[in-house]
């Protein structure tokens, strides 16, 4: 599986983003699919998941209300919908992969595809 994520940039505080994530394979429609990011200095961490279903969504805590993560298997792309965006949400977003027909995890690790990552920067 081959990632590639896009549209990240520089935004002010309280301005939104939306970041996408192309995937190779016929089979995109068995990935679940989540986002991670990593700020400087910080240990990559969970954003939010989509199962593979698509019927099973979830956020961490800090983005909940705020962010939306969404997927096209038409397109082989899943989004990630920044709103009300903040400074600490600058950082690296990674789009992932578990492979086929996993479900959801929010450990970093239990990933084994992994986009190169977008850089969102939040000004204040």
């Known amino acids: 599986v081959q990632l590639q994520a896009s549209g990240g940039g520089v935004v002010q505080a309280g301005g939104s983003l939306r970041l996408s994530c192309a995937a190779s394979?016929?089979?995109?429609?068995?990935?679940?699919m989540a986002w991670f990011r990593q700020a400087p200095g910080k240990e990559r961490e969970f954003v939010a998941v989509?199962?593979?279903?698509?019927?099973?969504?979830y956020y961490a805590d800090s983005v909940k209300g705020r962010f939306t993560i969404s997927r096209d298997n038409a397109k082989n792309t899943v989004h990630l919908q920044m709103n009300s965006l903040k400074p600490e949400d600058t950082a690296v977003y990674y789009c992932?992969?578990?492979?086929?027909?996993?479900?959801?995890?929010?450990?970093?690790?239990?990933?084994?595809?992994w986009g190169q990552g977008t850089e969102v920067t939040v000004s204040s």
């Open positions: 989509i199962r593979w279903t698509g019927s099973n969504l």
């Open positions: 394979g016929r089979t995109f429609n068995r990935y679940t």
């Open positions: 992932a992969s578990r492979g086929e027909y996993y479900g959801v995890s929010y450990s970093p690790p239990e990933y084994p595809y």
